[in-house]
């Protein structure tokens, strides 16, 4: 760990000014991800902005009858919301299907979007990895690639996002608020917010330099039966090779996203056209053009496989 | 005492201490965070400077220069010990590559360097400053590629490199049905709780150092020689660890360096291996392909069973047994194996839990599971069927004690195996394909010598001193019941010192040889204190007894305290075997069945049950002995599941090395676990009569759940371990 500062923000306009004097600063919240890649020193911030007591830990009713939740709600918190629980089921499943119950703890809302990939290579300082050194190369292409990407991958990159979260927010049309260092705020929509590897894996959302998430935002509920099924090869504590939250009606229409198979929560609004047919003719357009390795091949027909068990459940044929 | 000849009815027998399910003494130490372990030596050795370990970052090569300046001038640093500067050391013959490397690169994260400073936090940063320049060379990575390669070994973990018996190419070529299969068992990381760690403080020219070690006396002569000074210049103490399951039965850079350090600083260094680095810098299960043909008649009867395997390491290093149970385990007139090593450059491959019989039972006790099959024979009667009552090897040795066909019967009985469809995939619960399998379990008993000390004060109060080892077993307790039951005293007379090399030196833990040799020479020891006892009364020690705190001979009766004085009784004996287990095959046998339920969409797998039915002998503490087991079946659901060290063949190294990238099971993953002993007791290996049950318990537990597997899919898996991507592609498809 390199030795850095250390100040504590007391508003979201105090946290961003000082991102904005200090080059190289970054937020910490939960710090359940940050801590580890300074330890390694894969990430490497000189001053560290703590955002805790920031008073973004509400969850709020918004008048267009969804929920506004702030960035530092902590994971164990927005599960057990019981709004969350009875409205957008999905995210609470998300959730608790992630990490444990000490992480889920301390983790927040808007550290769960920031967390980075858990690719091996991106871990080991010694090892090739285009996100933690751009141009040194990607050791999981040609290497051990089991847990990795499928669909939207780069030459530079086949790394995934880890989270669950946000692969239930981007079912449900999530948005992120945040403030940037000038003051001012934006909100992205959740399939904007982070991105592809391309030829810039070390970028992973959209979000400028000292840009500060506030708080996410779920639209009005839309009601139908909430599931997130997450695959793994131990019942508990790994992350997804393959997750499913998806969100079906009774007439069989509904929205997927799939987790544990991109550089970000996996959906395709088109393919959901498809989800009367079945889950082979929605994942044949979800996963279309998918490019993938010896070792994971197998996530494409495990979505789809997924996916058939989770439309199974919504039917109530399992 | 010498054990030469079967044990008769001795004081163990009465079963007062013994044999109960006695809670661990050193319970509550554990449980309030009180036992130190072997980092947490803060007030014994004060005032440590801390020890950060660089690992290479190639896996073969050499270092072309290593530049320190950065480091040394970073904040808190005192030293920083490399090849350059440690002098010259030696090497163990326990070691295959050297503990401190440099200029030669061996394996990937071999130690090069030992940044020592004011702070743990301060050591790693420094740490990060050290700029090295490797040259590599190309290396051998890729156990299936240099397979071809592979040699008759000169050390094997258990067992010779070539065995034959009869006929086998000729009888198995005329068998009517035959197997001929090849299974493969991945790396294995031994993933303890507690990471390699030492203190070293030196004092003149004698170092102490408080470490995580299974094996006292054997790691003190190994740091002696290593470090080139005596033996008796070496101290080691070990009292608590938290687990090693084979990874510390050997002296480990740790150890080393916290000498070298603390000798460079001046002062007490204490270094622990970080989580990332151990399972490239220390010792693995190494993998393994292996060849397993049988034939046999129409009816059923083994004619010719045959066993291969390769395995890899790197030169010097040894062969994986994994052949040697099926020298033992059935019957068979034409009989052959044979164990091949490769050339690898990962790291040392090693002992981990049951040695050569995990591995072997992995793919033997599936392709037993193939041959009923094609026999259309239920599994447990192919087993009971092709049981040997002696050494399939040489008739004329019996087995000491044998209960295999016993445990199967038991087993298969409890677990409700008469109602299981014989048929596969064809047994569904909802979304679940359910299914259940079964293997076999056997294991050695290994006898050691084993040394301890034993003082009986004024206060009645029994002191056992040996530096035998509790590696999380329960070796403090079962050594206090022995003492408890010797004596005539209550447990809580009895105070158990290990873990110190000052103490008599015992036998280790490994092998599971622990409980019994150690108990073994408690109770060598407690015979002559018996004896010092009786002598002083004047008593026939012969008809002396021990009860209540007293002792008697007829109607004289003397409290133990008064009987020892004030200066107090004091005796020291070793068990020593003869050949006993030589004469008689000494073994350990189980039987394992486990049900699991496999996800008919995402062939997610998970255990629904298992029971495992043991015979070792007597069991000195159920409790124990049962808590062994179980963590034992736990780590044979890990190889049949989900563990594998994945291997960079490019770049040469273990890829997932930490707990997040290597999965071991968690509660979610086994639902229900049973354990049953077999009420029994070998008088052939010992005198507690008892045999080891911590190994036992892994051994045939990844086949028993992979052959679950295929009765539940009808998918048979032979390349460990069994993860859905390798059903997926055979499952019905049910997409729609």
Same mark, same amino acid.
């Given at each position: 760990?390199?030795?850095?500062?250390?100040?504590?923000?007391?508003?979201?306009?105090?946290?961003?000014?000082?991102?904005?004097?200090?080059?190289?600063?970054?937020?910490?919240?939960?710090?359940?991800?940050?801590?580890?890649?300074?330890?390694?020193?894969?990430?490497?911030?000189?001053?560290?902005?703590?955002?805790?007591?920031?008073?973004?830990?509400?969850?709020?009713?918004?008048?267009?009858?969804?929920?506004?939740?702030?960035?530092?709600?902590?994971?164990?918190?927005?599960?057990?919301?019981?709004?969350?629980?009875?409205?957008?089921?999905?995210?609470?499943?998300?959730?608790?299907?992630?990490?444990?119950?000490?992480?889920?703890?301390?983790?927040?809302?808007?550290?769960?979007?920031?967390?980075?990939?858990?690719?091996?290579?991106?871990?080991?300082?010694?090892?090739?990895?285009?996100?933690?050194?751009?141009?040194?190369?990607?050791?999981?292409?040609?290497?051990?690639?089991?847990?990795?990407?499928?669909?939207?991958?780069?030459?530079?990159?086949?790394?995934?996002?880890?989270?669950?979260?946000?692969?239930?927010?981007?079912?449900?049309?999530?948005?992120?608020?945040?403030?940037?260092?000038?003051?001012?705020?934006?909100?992205?929509?959740?399939?904007?917010?982070?991105?592809?590897?391309?030829?810039?894996?070390?970028?992973?959302?959209?979000?400028?330099?000292?840009?500060?998430?506030?708080?996410?935002?779920?639209?009005?509920?839309?009601?139908?039966?909430?599931?997130?099924?997450?695959?793994?090869?131990?019942?508990?504590?790994?992350?997804?090779?393959?997750?499913?939250?998806?969100?079906?009606?009774?007439?069989?229409?509904?929205? &997927?996203?799939?987790?544990?198979?991109?550089?970000?929560?996996?959906?395709?609004?088109?393919?959901?056209?498809?989800?009367?047919?079945?889950?082979?003719?929605?994942?044949?357009?979800?996963?279309?053009?998918?490019?993938?390795?010896?070792?994971?091949?197998?996530?494409?027909?495990?979505?789809?496989?997924?996916?058939?068990?989770?439309?199974?459940?919504?039917?109530?044929?399992? | 005492?010498?054990?030469?000849?079967?044990?008769?009815?001795?004081?163990?027998?009465?079963?007062?201490?013994?044999?109960?399910?006695?809670?661990?003494?050193?319970?509550?130490?554990?449980?309030?965070?009180?036992?130190?372990?072997?980092?947490?030596?803060?007030?014994?050795?004060?005032?440590?400077?801390?020890?950060?370990?660089?690992?290479?970052?190639?896996?073969?090569?050499?270092?072309?220069?290593?530049?320190?300046?950065?480091?040394?001038?970073?904040?808190?640093?005192? &030293?920083?010990?490399?090849?350059?500067?440690?002098?010259?050391?030696?090497?163990?013959?326990?070691?295959?590559?050297?503990?401190?490397?440099?200029?030669?690169?061996?394996?990937?994260?071999?130690?090069?360097?030992?940044?020592?400073?004011?702070?743990?936090?301060?050591?790693?940063?420094?740490?990060?400053?050290?700029?090295?320049?490797? &040259?590599?060379?190309?290396?051998?990575?890729?156990?299936?590629?240099?397979?071809?390669?592979?040699?008759?070994?000169?050390?094997?973990?258990?067992?010779?490199?070539?065995?034959?018996?009869?006929?086998?190419?000729?009888?198995?070529?005329?068998?009517?049905?035959?197997?001929?299969?090849?299974?493969?068992?991945?790396?294995?990381?031994?993933?303890?709780?507690?990471?390699?760690?030492?203190?070293?403080?030196?004092?003149?020219?004698?170092?102490?150092?408080?470490?995580?070690?299974?094996?006292?006396?054997?790691?003190?002569?190994?740091?002696?020689?290593?470090?080139?000074?005596?033996?008796?210049?070496?101290?080691?103490?070990?009292?608590?660890?938290?687990?090693?399951?084979?990874?510390?039965?050997?002296?480990?850079?740790?150890?080393?360096?916290?000498?070298?350090?603390?000798?460079?600083?001046?002062?007490?260094?204490?270094?622990?291996?970080?989580?990332?680095?151990?399972?490239?810098?220390?010792?693995?299960?190494?993998?393994?392909?292996?060849?397993?043909?049988?034939?046999?008649?129409?009816?059923?009867?083994?004619?010719?069973?045959?066993?291969?395997?390769?395995?890899?390491?790197?030169?010097?290093?040894?062969?994986?047994?994994?052949?040697?149970?099926?020298?033992?385990?059935?019957?068979?007139?034409?009989?052959?194996?044979?164990?091949?090593?490769?050339?690898?450059?990962?790291?040392?491959?090693?002992?981990?839990?049951?040695?050569?019989?995990?591995?072997?039972?992995?793919?033997?006790?599936?392709?037993?599971?193939?041959?009923?099959?094609?026999?259309?024979?239920?599994?447990?009667?192919?087993?009971?069927?092709?049981?040997?009552?002696?050494?399939?090897?040489?008739?004329?040795?019996?087995?000491?004690?044998?209960?295999?066909?016993?445990?199967?019967?038991?087993?298969?009985?409890?677990?409700?195996?008469?109602?299981?469809?014989?048929?596969?995939?064809?047994?569904?619960?909802?979304?679940?394909?359910?299914?259940?399998?079964?293997?076999?379990?056997?294991?050695?008993?290994?006898?050691?010598?084993?040394?301890?000390?034993?003082?009986?004060?004024?206060?009645?109060?029994?002191?056992?001193?040996?530096?035998?080892?509790?590696?999380?077993?329960?070796?403090?307790?079962?050594?206090?019941?022995?003492?408890?039951?010797?004596?005539?005293?209550?447990?809580?007379?009895?105070?158990?010192?290990?873990?110190?090399?000052?103490?008599?030196?015992?036998?280790?833990?490994?092998?599971?040889?622990?409980?019994?040799?150690?108990?073994?020479?408690?109770?060598?020891?407690?015979?002559?204190?018996?004896?010092?006892?009786?002598?002083?009364?004047?008593?026939?020690?012969?008809?002396?007894?021990?009860?209540?705190?007293?002792?008697?001979?007829?109607?004289?009766?003397?409290?133990?305290?008064?009987?020892?004085?004030?200066?107090?009784?004091?005796?020291?004996?070793?068990?020593?075997?003869?050949?006993?287990?030589?004469?008689?095959?000494?073994?350990?046998?189980?039987?394992?069945?486990?049900?699991?339920? &496999?996800?008919?969409?995402?062939?997610?797998?998970?255990?629904?049950?298992?029971?495992?039915?043991?015979?070792?002998?007597?069991?000195?503490?159920?409790?124990?002995?049962?808590?062994?087991?179980?963590?034992?079946?736990?780590?044979?659901?890990?190889?049949?599941?989900?563990?594998?060290?994945?291997?960079?063949?490019?770049?040469?190294?273990?890829?997932?090395?930490?707990?997040?990238?290597?999965?071991?099971?968690?509660?979610?993953?086994?639902?229900?676990?049973?354990?049953?002993?077999?009420?029994?007791?070998?008088?052939?290996?010992?005198?507690?009569?008892?045999?080891?049950?911590?190994?036992?318990?892994?051994?045939?537990?990844?086949?028993?759940?992979?052959?679950?597997?295929?009765?539940?899919?009808?998918?048979?898996?032979?390349?460990?371990?069994?993860?859905?991507?390798?059903?997926?592609?055979?499952?019905?498809?049910?997409?729609?």
């Amino acid at each position: 760990m390199r030795s850095f500062t250390y100040e504590r923000a007391g508003s979201p306009a105090e946290a961003v000014a000082a991102a904005a004097r200090t080059p190289g600063a970054k937020f910490i919240a939960g710090g359940t991800n940050l801590l580890d890649l300074m330890k390694n020193e894969i990430e490497t911030p000189m001053h560290l902005i703590d955002v805790n007591g920031l008073a973004l830990d509400k969850i709020e009713a918004t008048p267009e009858g969804g929920l506004r939740i702030g960035a530092l709600v902590r994971n164990t918190d927005l599960a057990a919301d019981p709004r969350v629980r009875r409205d957008y089921g999905v995210l609470s499943r998300a959730l608790l299907a992630g990490a444990s119950g000490q992480l889920r703890n301390a983790a927040t809302t808007g550290g769960n979007l920031m967390q980075r990939t858990r690719c091996p290579y991106f871990y080991d300082t010694n090892q090739p990895c285009n996100k933690r050194v751009p141009g040194s190369g990607c050791g999981a292409i040609g290497g051990f690639s089991r847990g990795h990407a499928v669909i939207g991958v780069s030459d530079a990159c086949i790394a995934t996002h880890p989270s669950d979260m946000a692969v239930a927010m981007r079912a449900l049309d999530a948005t992120v608020e945040t403030m940037r260092p000038d003051g001012s705020t934006r909100t992205i929509p959740i399939a904007q917010f982070h991105r592809l590897p391309g030829d810039t894996p070390q970028v992973e959302t959209v979000l400028a330099a000292g840009e500060l998430i506030t708080a996410v935002t779920l639209p009005k509920p839309v009601g139908g039966t909430h599931i997130y099924r997450k695959v793994r090869d131990r019942a508990s504590y790994a992350f997804a090779l393959v997750s499913v939250a998806a969100i079906v009606q009774r007439d069989g229409t509904g929205r &997927v996203a799939l987790g544990g198979v991109a550089h970000k929560p996996w959906r395709v609004e088109a393919a959901e056209n498809q989800m009367p047919r079945g889950a082979k003719a929605v994942t044949a357009q979800l996963l279309m053009g998918a490019r993938t390795t010896p070792e994971n091949a197998f996530k494409v027909p495990l979505a789809e496989r997924t996916l058939a068990a989770v439309l199974a459940e919504a039917k109530g044929d399992a | 005492m010498k054990f030469d000849v079967p044990a008769s009815t001795n004081p163990i027998d009465q079963l007062k201490v013994v044999g109960q399910p006695i809670d661990r003494i050193d319970g509550p130490r554990k449980t309030t965070g009180t036992a130190p372990y072997a980092y947490e030596w803060h007030d014994i050795a004060p005032n440590p400077a801390y020890g950060y370990v660089i690992g290479s970052a190639i896996a073969k090569g050499r270092i072309a220069s290593i530049d320190l300046t950065a480091a040394r001038s970073a904040p808190g640093v005192r &030293v920083i010990v490399t090849a350059n500067n440690a002098g010259p050391l030696g090497r163990a013959e326990r070691n295959t590559a050297r503990l401190l490397g440099g200029p030669e690169i061996q394996h990937y994260h071999q130690a090069i360097a030992l940044v020592v400073a004011e702070t743990f936090e301060q050591a790693r940063a420094a740490a990060q400053l050290v700029r090295v320049d490797y &040259v590599k060379a190309r290396g051998s990575f890729d156990l299936a590629a240099a397979k071809d390669s592979a040699t008759k070994p000169t050390g094997i973990t258990t067992g010779a490199a070539d065995t034959a018996v009869g006929d086998f190419a000729g009888a198995f070529a005329a068998a009517p049905v035959q197997l001929d299969a090849t299974y493969t068992t991945p790396d294995h990381s031994h993933s303890m709780m507690e990471p390699h760690a030492s203190i070293a403080a030196w004092s003149g020219g004698k170092v102490t150092v408080w470490t995580s070690t299974q094996m006292l006396d054997q790691s003190r002569g190994d740091l002696a020689q290593t470090l080139g000074i005596p033996k008796e210049n070496v101290r080691l103490i070990s009292p608590y660890i938290g687990g090693g399951f084979g990874s510390k039965l050997w002296v480990r850079s740790d150890t080393v360096l916290a000498a070298l350090g603390a000798r460079a600083a001046g002062r007490p260094v204490k270094v622990a291996l970080t989580r990332p680095l151990i399972p490239n810098n220390t010792t693995h299960r190494p993998a393994t392909i292996q060849r397993i043909r049988i034939g046999a008649t129409r009816d059923g009867d083994i004619t010719a069973i045959g066993h291969e395997c390769w395995s890899g390491n790197l030169p010097g290093g040894k062969a994986d047994g994994a052949v040697n149970p099926t020298r033992l385990l059935y019957a068979g007139a034409n009989r052959m194996t044979a164990t091949r090593l490769a050339v690898l450059d990962l790291a040392e491959g090693n002992s981990m839990r049951a040695p050569g019989e995990a591995t072997g039972l992995m793919a033997l006790e599936i392709a037993i599971d193939e041959m009923a099959g094609k026999l259309a024979m239920d599994p447990v009667a192919f087993r009971i069927r092709n049981d040997t009552q002696v050494d399939p090897e040489n008739p004329m040795r019996p087995f000491s004690r044998r209960a295999f066909v016993q445990c199967l019967r038991v087993g298969a009985d409890r677990f409700g195996w008469s109602r299981r469809n014989p048929r596969p995939a064809a047994t569904h619960e909802g979304r679940w394909l359910v299914g259940s399998g079964v293997a076999a379990a056997i294991r050695g008993n290994v006898v050691q010598k084993s040394a301890a000390r034993v003082r009986l004060d004024n206060r009645g109060v029994v002191t056992v001193e040996t530096d035998m080892t509790d590696i999380g077993t329960g070796s403090y307790t079962i050594i206090a019941q022995t003492a408890a039951e010797m004596m005539g005293v209550p447990l809580d007379k009895v105070l158990v010192r290990l873990g110190d090399t000052a103490f008599p030196a015992s036998c280790g833990s490994g092998g599971q040889f622990g409980a019994t040799n150690s108990t073994s020479g408690v109770f060598a020891a407690c015979l002559k204190l018996r004896e010092a006892v009786a002598r002083k009364l004047g008593f026939n020690a012969a008809d002396a007894v021990f009860a209540d705190g007293q002792v008697s001979s007829g109607a004289r009766s003397v409290p133990l305290s008064q009987a020892a004085g004030e200066s107090g009784l004091t005796a020291e004996d070793a068990i020593e075997y003869a050949n006993l287990d030589k004469t008689y095959a000494e073994t350990t046998f189980g039987a394992h069945f486990v049900e699991v339920g &496999v996800d008919a969409l995402t062939a997610e797998i998970r255990v629904r049950r298992m029971l495992a039915v043991c015979a070792a002998g007597r069991i000195l503490n159920p409790k124990t002995a049962r808590s062994q087991v179980i963590g034992a079946m736990t780590m044979g659901v890990g190889g049949a599941l989900m563990e594998a060290l994945a291997v960079d063949k490019r770049l040469g190294f273990f890829v997932n090395h930490d707990l997040a990238g290597y999965e071991v099971p968690v509660h979610a993953d086994i639902q229900h676990q049973e354990v049953i002993f077999l009420d029994e007791t070998d008088p052939v290996a010992n005198p507690m009569k008892a045999k080891g049950v911590g190994e036992l318990g892994i051994c045939g537990v990844a086949a028993a759940v992979a052959n679950a597997i295929y009765h539940a899919t009808g998918v048979r898996v032979r390349d460990y371990p069994v993860t859905l991507d390798k059903l997926l592609a055979n499952m019905p498809d049910l997409t729609g």
